[in-house]
């Protein structure tokens, strides 16, 4: 968990501080995303309604996808999109 942490915070940094954030809603345990919304950029920030958190979501070069929880792994408190 502390890897995937890490691996967040180094792709946040290294991107533009302007992360778009797209709102999404869960249905039978699962969040769906159009792939149109990832045609600008290949990293968003996605807030699921009803959710304490947000995911972060990449596009990897091969065509899969990367979603990590936006969730401190040793406090549980919610990271947050910050700058413009």
């Known amino acids: 968990m502390a890897i995937g ?13 302007s992360l778009s ?3 999404a809603t869960q249905n039978n345990m ?8 990832m045609m600008k950029s290949d990293v ?6 009803n959710f304490d958190y947000n995911v972060f979501l990449k ?19 919610p990271l947050v999109k910050t700058g413009e």
């Open 44 to 49: 968003k920030v996605v807030s699921i309604k």
């Open 59 to 77: 596009k990897n070069t091969d065509g899969t996808y990367l979603a990590l929880a936006m969730l401190c792994t040793h406090a549980g408190n």
């Open 5 to 17: 942490g890490g691996v967040l915070l180094s792709m946040m940094s290294s991107c533009s501080s």
């Open 21 to 23: 954030v797209i709102k």
């Open 30 to 37: 699962k969040v769906t995303v159009a792939e149109s919304e």
